[in-house]
């Protein structure tokens, strides 16, 4: 065992979300005091809630016993700890020349449900109206120049 914690990946990020709307929600627990009762440093703490540190499904069990959570949510909770634990992709192996942030990238798009576009300044083609085409043109070619 080399000793290394998993990277996050998406579910990691979803799951602390999770966590962290428990404690919000169902304690009154400060991140630090519920860090301190874990026996884990806040930045710890704070680093799972968001998602930037791998969860297991001890990490959780501990969480869910200190805040109390009743037994079926907590089941449910360690759960999606474990089921999200035994998804593999080539991003979970390091690859040479490869930056490590590349494979939380290729998790969080293997677990997307939809893809969103959304832009400010942007119409779609077929969405243009013959005016706007018009001057969108004109605009382009006065900044050409």
């Known amino acids: 065992m080399s000793g ?3 990277g996050p990946h998406a579910r990691d990020r979803i799951l602390g979300a999770r966590l962290r709307a428990v404690r919000k929600e169902q304690t009154e627990l400060s991140l630090e005091r519920a860090a301190d009762l874990a026996q884990w440093s806040p930045s710890t703490l704070s680093r799972i809630e968001t998602g930037k540190r791998h ?18 949510q ?3 909770l360690v759960d999606s700890a474990k089921v999200g ?10 690859l040479p020349g490869v930056p490590a942030e590349m494979g939380a990238l290729a998790s969080y798009e293997a677990d997307a449900r939809r893809l969103t576009d959304w832009s400010v300044t942007l119409v779609p083609g077929l969405l243009q109206t013959y005016h706007y ?3 969108a043109a004109a605009f382009r070619r006065g900044r050409a120049r």
Do not use: F, H, M
């Open 4 to 6: 290394q914690r998993k």
């Open 55 to 72: 969860v297991s499904p001890e990490d959780v069990a501990t969480l869910c016993t200190i805040y109390g959570v009743p037994v079926a």
């Open 74 to 76: 907590r089941d449910e």
């Open 85 to 94: 634990g035994n998804t593999s992709g080539w991003w979970d192996k390091p």
């Open 133 to 135: 085409a018009v001057g």
